[in-house]
């Protein structure tokens, strides 16, 4: 299976479709960078990670999407561009709105926390990877978030990352009804993506997530 290159005229993004082509509305993951792909070549995203685990599978049972974002910019400046394209996938491609995976690594992991806290009933589940952890969440935002089960991985030799915060964020989130897991690797470093979005165990549960309400979309 290949990605294709799109734009929707706002953001670059990779996008691949469900490859049996079943007439029932199929899960999507959408994944959001790090902060070295940042730029405006979209090959870069193919080289590892998520974009590569797709770009070499032969067949996936669901929707894909990397938007890709300029240099120097985060992904909170542009969460409500991710919202539109997300908006426009679903409308365009056969996506089941309540089966939205964000998942994201580094840079992209904290674009998830921050778009997750303004629409938490548009996600059925988020993954963060090798990514800092939200220490400015109150407690309310920290319970909106509590009904999006999470699964967070992080490298134990991560240099970048201390691994208390993880876990005290994880505590926190508990603490509220929060349904997470962490799984760390001991021997990783920052840059575990391929590893961990490879994992079979990790690609069942992408699409074996479900949102029992979902917002509807106008």
């Given at each position: 299976?290949?990605?294709?290159?799109?734009?929707?005229?706002?953001?670059?993004?990779?996008?691949?479709?469900?490859?049996?082509?079943?007439?029932?509305?199929?899960?999507?993951?959408?994944?959001?960078?790090?902060?070295?792909?940042?730029?405006?070549?979209?090959?870069?995203?193919?080289?590892?990670?998520?974009?590569?685990?797709?770009?070499?599978?032969?067949?996936?049972?669901?929707?894909?999407?990397?938007?890709?974002?300029?240099?120097?910019?985060?992904?909170?400046?542009?969460?409500?561009?991710?919202?539109?394209?997300?908006?426009?996938?679903?409308?365009?491609?056969?996506?089941?709105?309540?089966?939205?995976?964000?998942?994201?690594?580094?840079?992209?992991?904290?674009?998830?926390?921050?778009?997750?806290?303004?629409?938490?009933?548009?996600?059925?589940?988020?993954?963060p990877v090798s990514g800092r952890?939200?220490?400015?969440?109150?407690?309310?935002?920290?319970?909106?978030?509590?009904?999006?089960?999470?699964?967070?991985?992080?490298?134990?030799?991560?240099?970048?990352?201390?691994?208390?915060?993880?876990?005290?964020?994880?505590?926190?989130?508990?603490?509220?009804?929060?349904?997470?897991?962490?799984?760390?690797?001991?021997?990783?470093?920052?840059?575990?993506?391929?590893?961990?979005?490879?994992?079979?165990?990790?690609?069942?549960?992408?699409?074996?997530?479900?949102?029992?309400?979902?917002?509807?979309?106008?």
């Amino acid at each position: 299976m290949s990605v294709e290159q799109r734009s929707n005229g706002s953001l670059p993004y990779l996008f691949s479709s469900v490859s049996d082509n079943a007439s029932k509305p199929a899960p999507l993951v959408l994944f959001l960078h790090g902060g070295r792909d940042r730029g405006t070549d979209l090959n870069v995203l193919l080289k590892w990670g998520l974009p590569r685990f797709v770009d070499l599978s032969d067949s996936l049972p669901y929707v894909f999407a990397a938007p890709q974002i300029p240099a120097e910019q985060t992904w909170a400046d542009r969460a409500d561009d991710v919202l539109a394209l997300l908006d426009e996938l679903i409308v365009s491609q056969p996506v089941d709105p309540a089966r939205v995976i964000l998942a994201g690594f580094s840079l992209g992991s904290a674009g998830i926390w921050h778009i997750a806290a303004l629409q938490s009933d548009r996600f059925a589940g988020l993954v963060p990877v090798s990514g800092r952890v939200p220490k400015t969440l109150e407690d309310s935002e920290l319970t909106a978030l509590k009904d999006i089960p999470v699964q967070i991985f992080q490298g134990g030799q991560d240099k970048n990352l201390p691994i208390e915060d993880t876990e005290n964020f994880v505590e926190r989130l508990r603490k509220v009804g929060g349904k997470v897991d962490l799984t760390v690797l001991p021997d990783g470093d920052h840059f575990i993506a391929d590893e961990v979005y490879g994992d079979p165990k990790l690609q069942q549960w992408l699409i074996s997530q479900k949102r029992r309400e979902i917002s509807v979309v106008a």
